[in-house]
């Protein structure tokens, strides 16, 4: 299932809604709220979304299906693991966030979902933990599907665009938030015929959501406690300690193939020399410099540095 030609894609609110939403992200999307922050803009987010999930249920052929979605619940993500489980992860590189969004949906939803697909009845044979080849194809594109409705439902707003890097049932396998993190959880419930009860669960990191409102800056997403930043010297001031092969080369003379082979001891290959030679740091150019002598050896003074991308 490809954006291209999607018929599940969710259209763009009209003019007249986004002029109602707006679109100032500092007052859309936070709120300062008594004991903590607030997050007004995901309820519109959770409603489109809602509707859109609706549709994307029906189409995969379960017509009758509702989805009711509940207020966002503040969770640490070790505790949305948990009672996720078991399920299906997927996770989402989602600029402008500085963090990911992830999706959850139970394992056996999942194995439903299939077998309707299929032409099946939607019916569970038996719990089992390994999925098929098919299985693990129809999570993959039942994932990118989920990403272009979070897309419409935030397209009109911030312009959140997540793009699917990760499909895994294991959640230590995320590599993508702290247990102790904290997250905003959307639950949207299904409704109807055998799906009825199952969940598909939807999180944002709170700082990254914070850093987009411009409550505070989210470089990561959440400031380095003391242990992090004692491991974090540690590492550099061993980092100092590296030790990396510097090389220049004087000369690169070139001969033929017949003067090669007729090479004897005592024949002399003629070398030009340039006044500048390349220096190179782990097989990195790394600067230029002319060839001397320093303290009766012969050495090499550094008269350019390269700079790197980023000019430094």
Not at 7 to 34: I, M, N, V, Y
Not at 82 to 100: Q, V
Not at 151 to 171: F, H, N, R, S
């Amino acid at each position: 299932m490809s954006a291209k030609g999607n018929p599940f894609k969710a259209p763009k609110a009209p003019a007249a809604k986004q002029a109602e939403t707006g679109t100032d992200k500092s007052s859309l999307l936070l709120r300062k709220a008594e004991d903590g922050y607030a997050f007004p803009l995901l309820e519109t987010v959770a409603n489109q979304f809602a509707r859109s999930l609706r549709d994307l249920v029906r189409a995969l052929g379960a017509p009758t299906v509702q989805v009711e979605r509940a207020d966002a619940e503040p969770m640490r993500f070790a505790d949305w693991c948990a009672a996720s489980a078991p399920a299906i992860f997927w996770r989402y590189h989602a600029p402008p966030l500085k963090g990911p969004v992830l999706v959850a949906g139970a394992r056996p939803l999942l194995l439903q979902l299939v077998d309707i697909f299929y032409g099946g009845k939607g019916q569970l044979a038996s719990e089992r933990e390994e999925l098929t080849d098919a299985e693990d194809r129809f999570a993959a594109r039942l994932g990118r599907d989920l990403g272009i409705q979070l897309a419409a439902a935030w397209g009109d707003k911030i312009g959140l665009a997540p793009e699917l890097d990760c499909v895994t049932a294991d959640p230590a396998k995320l590599a993508a938030v702290r247990a102790d993190d904290e997250l905003l959880v959307q639950r949207f419930t299904l409704r109807g015929g055998v799906l009825d009860g199952r969940i598909i669960a939807c999180t944002y990191p709170v700082a990254a959501l914070r850093g987009i409102a411009g409550a505070e800056p989210a470089p990561d997403l959440r400031d380095a406690s003391p242990a992090d930043a004692a491991w974090t010297g540690a590492l550099n001031d061993t980092l100092k300690t590296v030790r990396l092969p510097v090389r220049s080369v004087l000369a690169r003379p070139e001969i033929s193939l017949v003067k090669l082979l007729a090479l004897e001891v005592g024949d002399i290959i003629p070398l030009t020399i340039p006044r500048n030679v390349p220096i190179t740091v782990a097989g990195r150019r790394f600067a230029a410099g002319s060839i001397g002598e320093a303290n009766g050896n012969a050495a090499i003074m550094i008269e350019h540095i390269e700079k790197g991308p980023d000019n430094e």
